[in-house]
């Protein structure tokens, strides 16, 4: 597992992968008191482009604010849509999720490999419309077949979704009122 010298001492790295800046708050400083972190913006499941750009930039903001280190990947929503084509009629929380959820870990386990560092994570467990127990399944199996270690988690635990949002708002950033993709913009459900 690559290790990061963070001036104070050798902490193991850490890939997150972040939904938006909003989610990652919490869970960054939580985790950022024993790992090194990065973090991983893949979120091709983020529609129309031009709010995947305004979640994007203030992932960039939190970022600059704290010194966190942060990997873009490509938004790939031709191959989103073609992975969640036939689940279009799935309620949120259903099989398209879990096929939205394994894509995006899928990618920062490759990530996770590419940079020698054994340890993923995600944020999207800190939303209470999100199924923790199914997420952390998805992550460790990905990870059991990569040998890698994938960090199982239930962030809005503790009020982590109440100090997530607390955190948020005293930075002034954009806090969108649907999951990301079209089928959810439709519906409008929660975040
Ligand atoms: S509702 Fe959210 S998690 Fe489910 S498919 Fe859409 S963007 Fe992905």
Request: with cysteine.
């Given at each position: 597992?690559?290790?990061?010298?963070?001036?104070?001492?050798?902490?193991?790295?850490?890939?997150?992968?972040?939904?938006?800046?909003?989610?990652?708050?919490?869970?960054?400083?939580?985790?950022?008191?024993?790992?090194?972190?990065?973090?991983?913006?893949?979120?091709?499941n983020i529609h129309p482009?031009?709010e995947y750009?305004?979640?994007?930039?203030?992932?960039?903001?939190?970022?600059?604010?704290?010194?966190?280190?942060?990997?873009?990947?490509?938004?790939?929503?031709?191959?989103?849509?073609?992975?969640?084509?036939?689940?279009?009629?799935?309620?949120e929380?259903?099989?398209?999720?879990?096929?939205?959820?394994?894509?995006?870990?899928?990618?920062?386990?490759?990530?996770?490999?590419?940079?020698?560092?054994?340890?993923?994570?995600?944020?999207?467990?800190?939303?209470?419309?999100?199924?923790?127990?199914?997420?952390?399944?998805?992550?460790?199996?990905?990870?059991?077949?990569?040998?890698?270690?994938?960090?199982?988690?239930?962030?809005?635990?503790?009020?982590?979704?109440?100090?997530?949002?607390?955190?948020?708002?005293?930075?002034?950033?954009?806090?969108q009122n649907y999951c990301g993709c079209i089928y959810s913009l439709q519906k409008k459900p929660?975040p």
């Amino acid at each position: 597992m690559m290790a990061v010298n963070n001036k104070k001492k050798l902490k193991p790295g850490f890939l997150l992968h972040a939904c938006c800046a909003t989610c990652a708050l919490h869970p960054y400083f939580l985790l950022s008191e024993n790992f090194a972190v990065t973090l991983f913006f893949y979120n091709p499941n983020i529609h129309p482009e031009h709010e995947y750009k305004r979640r994007l930039k203030d992932v960039k903001i939190i970022s600059k604010i704290y010194k966190i280190p942060l990997i873009i990947e490509r938004y790939e929503v031709k191959k989103w849509f073609k992975l969640t084509k036939i689940l279009e009629k799935e309620p949120e929380g259903g099989k398209r999720c879990d096929v939205c959820f394994k894509m995006r870990l899928e990618k920062t386990a490759a990530a996770a490999k590419k940079l020698n560092t054994g340890l993923f994570g995600t944020t999207l467990t800190i939303s209470p419309h999100k199924n923790h127990i199914a997420i952390n399944s998805i992550g460790k199996t990905i990870a059991d077949a990569q040998k890698l270690i994938f960090y199982e988690s239930n962030f809005k635990k503790k009020d982590g979704f109440k100090k997530t949002m607390r955190l948020s708002k005293s930075l002034s950033l954009y806090q969108q009122n649907y999951c990301g993709c079209i089928y959810s913009l439709q519906k409008k459900p929660a975040p």
